[in-house]
């Protein structure tokens, strides 16, 4: 069984940063995986944050974040980061990190990841 947990998350005052990171254990070919962050803003739907691929040579993003938020993974230490720079009070939301059921496959959709992380708070102030 795969499980996947969060850190790094908190409050933040507006045009802050915070580096969220995900630690993978289950799964001994994190490498084949593509990884996505997903954020979820309450009386909202989960939506698609960033994701990279399996190699850490794609890598995908939300209009919403593009050009603020950074993912990078560590294929020898089976985690994943997002960095987010330049904070808005919109980014408030729990997110989460995915990963698919099968390797070698990407997208920008929930259900599209099979295996979620329990979720890490993040609280921009403004």
């Known amino acids: 069984q795969v499980l996947l947990v969060e850190s790094g998350g908190g409050l933040v005052q507006a045009g802050g940063s915070l580096r969220l990171s995900c630690a993978a254990s289950?799964?001994?070919?994190?490498?084949?995986?593509?990884m996505g962050w997903f954020r979820q803003a309450p009386g909202k739907e989960r939506e698609f944050v960033a994701a990279?691929?399996?190699?850490?040579?794609?890598?995908d993003y939300a209009d919403s974040v593009k050009g603020r938020f950074t993912i990078s993974r560590e294929n020898a230490k089976n985690t994943v980061h997002l960095q987010m720079n330049s904070l808005k009070s919109e980014d408030t939301a729990v997110y989460y990190c995915a990963m698919p059921g099968r390797p070698y496959t990407t997208g920008r959709y929930p259900r599209e990841y099979d295996y979620w992380g329990q979720g890490t708070q993040v609280t921009v102030s403004s």
């Open positions: 990279i691929n399996w190699s850490g040579g794609s890598r």
């Open positions: 289950g799964r001994t070919f994190f490498s084949g995986y593509t």
